[in-house]
Nanobody, 121 residues
Framework: QVHLEESGGGSVQPGGSLTLSCAASGNIFAINEMAWYRQAPGKERELVAQMSNYGSIIYGESVKGRVTISRDNAKNTAYLRMYSLEPEDTAVYYC???????????????WGQGTQVTVSS
């Protein structure tokens, strides 16, 4: 069993910054990809950023240049630094990870519960 715990969400004014954290815990052998997705009301869930355990990064087009993803592999934690936030960034942000866990060792996808980010004046 693997658990992903997001933190750092909240309300911020347009132009502000926010950093989200995602800590993975459980019977973890290895974490391959860690990623952030978001879902705004009435919209589909979309990729914000993804980072492999080797450091390869993909950013979603709508946030490119305004977010930075990083990982602390020793802590099984991913971070999403967001800046120059806009009202359109308002959404629930979800952490996602491909994890190899004991005893199956099979790579499985896990999701966090999500954290709300609201950008409003």
């Amino acid at each position: 069993q693997v658990h992903l715990e997001e933190s750092g969400g909240g309300s911020v004014q347009p132009g502000g910054s926010l950093t989200l954290s995602c800590a993975a815990s459980g019977n973890i052998f290895a974490i391959n990809e860690m990623a952030w997705y978001r879902q705004a009301p009435g919209k589909e869930r979309e990729l914000v950023a993804q980072m492999s355990n080797y450091g390869s990064i993909i950013y979603g087009e709508s946030v490119k240049g305004r977010v930075t993803i990083s990982r602390d592999n020793a802590k099984n934690t991913a971070y999403l630094r967001m800046y120059s936030l806009e009202p359109e960034d308002t959404a629930v942000y979800y952490c996602n990870a491909e994890v190899q866990a004991y005893p199956s060792w099979r790579p499985d996808i896990w999701w966090g519960q999500g954290t709300q980010v609201t950008v409003s004046s």
